[in-house]
């Protein structure tokens, strides 16, 4: 059997200490190769690294910086992580409009940032659940939250499917479904399957 690629994560960040601690957390992982490491948008760009890589990227930067930041990142091709001291309503909002796939306060530890980047490499999102009440109080909402597949499980509970079928309908398995659905209940805090279909009422999503 091939071995998995390893995913390529660089990393921008102004702070010379807490950019040597997250390229440090990168590096001991065994299936993460390390790409630039920059403190800037500007120096990154210079780096040319090859586009479809994630990106661990502070808003608060010298330059080119905040949701001007994370699209510059985004137009090269990349999939943006945000790790921030600031993490207050606008500043989340922005950077996930802006195009960021993921958001972590710099309260995070490596174990979550390492989390969040694997989730955003395989195509999901990932919000810290401190900070996901932003992203659902606002009209931007669970659409930015959830994945493709992900909406595409809440559509289908939503019409009262049940794992079996969803598993059926979506050529995967029953185990796939209900770790799709834990996700959906751990980025929404709405637990039960009443709630989830409000929720996807609520939000358009059929």
Do not use: C, W
Request: hydrophobic share 45%; no cysteine; glycine share 6%.
């Amino acid at each position: 059997m091939s071995e998995q690629p390893r995913i390529r994560v660089s990393v921008v960040e102004d702070h010379p200490l807490y950019r040597s601690a997250v390229a440090r957390v990168l590096t001991e992982a065994p299936d993460i190769e390390l790409g630039a490491v920059a403190d800037s948008v500007p120096r990154f760009a210079a780096a040319r690294e090859p586009a479809g890589s994630v990106v661990v990227l502070d808003l608060k930067l010298r330059g080119v910086t905040d949701a001007a930041a994370v699209q510059k990142v985004v137009t090269m091709g990349h999939k943006v992580l945000i790790v921030s001291a600031h993490a207050g309503q606008d500043e989340v909002l922005g950077a996930i409009s802006a195009g960021a796939r993921g958001y972590l306060s710099k309260d995070a530890d490596g174990a979550e940032i390492l989390r969040a980047v694997r989730e955003i490499a395989a195509g999901n999102t990932y919000v810290s659940p401190a900070l996901a009440s932003f992203l659902l109080n606002s009209t931007r909402g669970v659409k930015s939250l959830l994945s493709d597949r992900e909406r595409q499980v809440l559509s289908l509970v939503a019409a009262g499917e049940r794992d079996t079928d969803i598993a059926e309908a979506m050529s995967i398995s029953v185990r796939t479904v209900r770790s799709y659905l834990e996700r959906i209940r751990d980025k929404t805090g709405r637990r039960r399957r009443p709630e989830l279909t409000r929720l996807a009422i609520e939000e358009g999503i059929s």
